[in-house]
């Protein structure tokens, strides 16, 4: 059984994109207020599908997207070990047991 909000956000998130139909149908597409409407509907649009989105995700039920990030965790990572390259020794690091006075 769906949620009742997870529905709301699924029809919240039809109507406005009947809205955008209704506008391409009635040619006023191509006008300035045909353009900022159908833009501010695919907002709202897209606001109620993200909230669909993330219901559905927090129940668990897009778990099959995260199949391949699950398999490769479960793989063990295999290291290749690298021949030391030539380098300087390092200078040793000389501590001074004293601790320095500070000039007041």
Known sequence: MLPM????SIVMGIVPLLGIAWTI???????????FMSLILLTL????????FWEL??????????????????TPKVTTKET??????????IKDSKPKE???
Request: charged content about 20%; overall charge positive; glycine content about 6%.
């Open 5 to 8: 909000m997870l529905v709301i």
């Open 25 to 35: 149908a009635t040619g006023t597409v191509t006008t300035v207020d045909g353009l």
């Open 45 to 52: 649009s897209a606001v109620f599908f993200l909230n669909a």
């Open 102 to 104: 500070s000039e007041s």
């Open 57 to 74: 995700r927090d129940r668990g039920a897009l778990a099959f997207l995260h199949k391949k990030r699950v398999a490769a965790e479960a």
């Open 84 to 93: 030391p390259k030539a380098t300087a020794p390092a200078a040793p690091a």
